[in-house]
Structures are given as C-alpha cells and as structure tokens.
C-alpha cells in the first residue's frame, strides 16, 4: 500500500524533563512528518524543565528550520502544555505524542493511512503497556472507569498518540491543564459528532527519568479531576450549551 499524505501537518510535543529523549523525538519527528506531507513543522512546548532540555532544544533549533520551541517560564501541567501547542499551531492537521520517547513517532504514517472517507480523526490505542505491573494495574483501572462513567467511543483514551484537523481543536474549548485533558478532549470531539479510526501503536518503556504520576496525592488529584469533568461534561453538559 503506498504511503497516503495530507496536506500539511503540526507535530506537537510536551516536555518536562525530557532532556534525554527530546532531541531524538525532534529527529525522529522530522522524518516522520516527511513521509507524509511537504510542509509540517515540529513544535515543542517546554513546560518549565528544570534538567537539560531547553539546552538540548536550542542545539537542535540551528539543525532544523521546521523546529519551534514554546517555554513556560514555570511548569504548567501537561494539559497546559498542549493546549500551547494546540493554539501555535499553524497547519491544517495536528499530530501530539509524549516527549518522553514512550511512543514512537515513527509510527505517525500509519494514523496518516488510517484516514478514509467518514474518518474525521484517528487515535491510537497500546498494543501492550511496557510498564511496572502496577502502573498496568491502575491504568487499566482508570481506563475502565472513564469509559464506564463518560461513554467514551475509543478502547483507549489514556494513549497520547493521536492525529486531528484542527478545525477540530478549534471548535472545542479545552479548559484542563493536568493530563485530564486527555479524556476532556476525547468526550467533547466525540460529542461534537466526529468519528474516530483507530490504530494500534506500539509502547515502550520509559528510558529516562520517572513517571510524576504514581504517587499517591496525585492520583488523589486525578480522581478529584474526573469528579470534575464528569460534573463538567456528563451532569452539567456546559460544552454543549455553550455550542447551542
């Protein structure tokens, strides 16, 4: 099957002590975006790192014109972090994964090809998780809560992996700054009528720094976020007064 293309392409990525992995997401991300579209940039949004990443960012920004780089002066939270992203980016598709180097971006041309006709976006879901068997655990857990409690119509909200018009992102208003964001943006797309496709994708093991989930104020916190959005989205529907 040869290799379908879009017509241009934003490729965004979070960092918060990414130091070791970002420069090579960048690389990696520029032959990605390649094989798929003549005209992409690479931006990645530098959410207040206190190791080396913006110094790794500034050397790889004299090696490739295509790159921009967004620092928040203090960190924001992920949700934060996309949402820069999300509104710097100038293409007609937008494409985000981690910068921790846990997915692969590589993998970008087979969402590209995922696309068809009724298809509006395509996520990817983990083919296995390559993680501790706790935080297997309590993914899954969190998984299977969400789509209980929000209806949600893809296998897995919680994979960071996903290509979107965005003339989708434009028309939702993403509130959350935490990794909430995630099944926030899920809920409002799927709720303002697009369709997803899905695509496995493969995950891989964290090969420099540590998770900052996996303790136990935040996972206090996420749980007290998904009161929220359930409140937000489920109860109180405000996404869809706001549209009407």
């Known amino acids: 099957m040869s290799q379908k293309k879009i017509s241009s392409l934003s490729a965004v990525f979070p960092a918060y002590n990414d130091g070791g992995t970002i420069a090579s997401m ?3 991300a520029n ?3 390649r094989q798929v579209t003549d005209d992409f940039e690479v931006i990645v949004v530098n959410d207040g790192s206190s190791d080396y990443t ?3 960012l ?3 920004l004299g090696k490739y014109p295509q790159l921009r780089v967004l620092t928040h002066p203090l960190n924001q939270g992920y949700g934060a972090a996309l949402r820069s992203g999300f509104v710097a980016a100038q293409k007609d598709w937008v494409f985000y994964t981690d910068g921790d180097s846990q997915y692969n971006p590589l993998e970008l041309v087979n969402l590209v090809n995922a696309l068809e006709e009724g298809v509006d976006l395509v996520n990817g879901y983990k083919l296995s998780r390559n993680d501790s068997w706790m935080r297997i655990l309590i993914g899954r857990a969190y998984h299977y809560l969400v789509k ?11 994979c960071d992996f996903r290509l979107i018009p965005r003339r989708v992102l434009a028309e939702i208003n993403l509130k959350s700054v ?3 964001i995630c099944l926030e943006m899920v809920k409002k797309i799927a709720e ?21 989930f996996f303790v136990p104020w935040r996972v206090l916190r996420t749980l007290r976020q998904i009161t929220q959005l359930y409140w937000m989205l489920v109860i109180r529907k405000e996404h869809l007064k706001n549209k009407n």
């Not at 695509?199 to 900052?212: A, D, E, L, M, T």
Request: charge should be negative.
């Open 31 to 33: 032959i990605a975006c």
């Open 192 to 212: 303002a009528g697009h369709v997803f496709a899905e695509h496995p994708v493969n995950h891989y093991s964290r090969k420099y720094g540590v998770s900052r």
């Open 26 to 28: 960048v690389v990696a």
């Open 178 to 180: 935490s990794g909430a």
């Open 54 to 56: 913006a110094t790794m």
């Open 58 to 60: 500034e050397e790889m």
């Open 148 to 158: 209980f409690l929000f209806n949600i119509p893809i296998r897995d909200v919680d």
